[in-house]
């Protein structure tokens, strides 16, 4: 299988983070979303994470990916029945933190005379919304095994480190007392974000 992604992007890292958990070996091939031709030939969207099936059929969207990945390799799922509707909440969060992130990221790219003060603001505000919920719920995170949600906060919180900044960490001591503790899991080790 091949994935078309960036070493930078937190959708991408997703994909590669549940490929590496399953053992699945992924031939990545990075691409520029903004450039590229071939990209845009296989996902009509033109965003990353693109996944290309070994029978051709072509995968886009972070979620599909992952699910796919999960569904096709070995160990334990990280989409469990148990506690579903926790770890589905969890998982929003922490996708609505990889997004919201990205966005503040793209806002800021803006030369200055373009720049909104009210989104920037506004992004800032759901950032801390959501890691000060996400520290609320910190020992269940600790407590239940890797999962998808895990996967969703971790690719959030290291988006948000690597274009922003740490300050987040200030007002959730739980929140990143397990986030530092994650980090020498290996698929999260491996797949940390560069430019």
Known sequence: MKLYSSPATPFGRKAAIVAHEHGIALDVVNV???????????NPIKLIP????DDGRVLYDSHVICAHLDETGGGPTLYPQADRLDWQRRMTLGTAL???SVL?????RQPADQQSGNLKTHYEKRMRRITAALDAEADMLSAAPFRIDHVAVICGI???EFRHDAAWRAD????????E????RPSVAATQPTD
């Not at 520029?32 to 296989?42: I, V």
């Not at 693109?50 to 099936?53: F, I, K, N, P």
């Not at 959730?172 to 986030?179: D, F, I, N, S, V």
Request: hydrophobic share 40%; aromatic share 14%; charged share 20%.
């Open 104 to 108: 503040w990221l793209f806002q800021k």
């Open 50 to 53: 693109v996944l290309v099936l």
């Open 181 to 184: 503790g994650i980090q020498g």
């Open 32 to 42: 520029n979303p903004f450039t590229s031709d071939e990209l845009e030939r296989l």
């Open 172 to 179: 959730c001591p739980r929140l990143t007392a397990w986030y």
């Open 98 to 100: 990889t997004e919201t």
């Open 158 to 160: 290291g988006h948000l």
